[in-house]
């Protein structure tokens, strides 16, 4: 299995600031014949199921406001916030859907500083 | 809008089988490239992918699972179905459904599966 290792565990951010959070994959995400690469991020607040934010590295999903980032390429990926708001505040999840089994990183946490 | 909904008994008895299935709505599962997708999170833990069944019927499933894991399409319901055999406390969890197509892009509110005598 593709082990996903998200960092930092815990993010204290001021709303309004902006936020960035690192996930690291055990092996590479790019797929050579489409060229692309198959990492998503998804938010999870208290009580909610989780919501998908970034797909394939960097496509928005659909509704997600643009403030919401996603690059990085191989191994190393970055989800960044160029300013958070209240709404944003919950536990970040980074998958991978390269290869079966998906897998996800443990997750960060982005919190009211 | 496409819409999912778990369905299934909140306790299951040890050494039993969990069965949950998940309507959809807005959307036919039978159609398209789409991966029909479990995945469950533990007790104040992550996220756990389960496994997933295309409309063409071929299944995915994560091999810690696998010997206990069977996935199956109702086309006549437009849903699917999850079923976890010889369950134990390990297996507690909120069990979600979920459409794959770029990303986990719909999602069912999830439901909990207590197993407990």
């Known amino acids: 299995d593709i082990v996903m290792t998200q960092t930092p565990l815990f993010l204290p951010v001021t709303p309004g600031e902006p936020a960035s959070m690192s996930c690291r994959s055990g092996?590479?995400?790019?797929?050579?014949?489409?060229?692309?690469?198959?990492l998503d991020w998804y938010l999870q607040k208290p009580g909610q199921s989780p919501q998908l934010l970034i797909h394939t590295l960097f496509y928005r999903a659909s509704g997600v406001p643009d403030r919401f980032s996603g690059s990085g390429s191989g191994t190393n990926f970055t989800l960044k916030i160029s300013r958070v708001e209240a709404e944003d505040f919950g536990l970040y999840y980074c998958m991978q859907r390269r290869v079966f089994p998906y897998t996800f990183g443990q997750g960060t946490k982005l919190e009211i500083k | 809008q496409v819409q999912l909904q778990e369905a299934g008994p909140g306790l299951v008895k040890p050494s039993q089988t969990l069965s949950l299935t998940c309507t959809v709505s807005g959307n036919s599962i039978t159609s398209g490239d789409y991966y029909w997708t479990w995945i469950r999170q533990l007790p104040g833990k992550g996220l756990e992918w389960i496994g997933c069944?295309?409309?063409?019927?071929?299944?995915y499933y994560n091999p810690s699972l696998e010997s206990r894991v069977t996935i199956s399409l109702d086309t006549s319901k437009n849903h699917f179905s999850l079923r976890l055999t010889s369950v134990t406390a390990a297996d507690t969890a909120v069990y979600y459904c979920?459409?794959?197509?770029?990303?986990?892009?719909?999602w069912g509110r999830g439901t909990l599966v207590t197993v407990s005598s």
């Open positions: 069944i295309l409309s063409s019927g071929n299944t």
């Open positions: 092996q590479s995400l790019f797929h050579s014949d489409n060229k692309k690469t198959f």
């Open positions: 979920a459409r794959t197509y770029g990303g986990l892009d719909y």
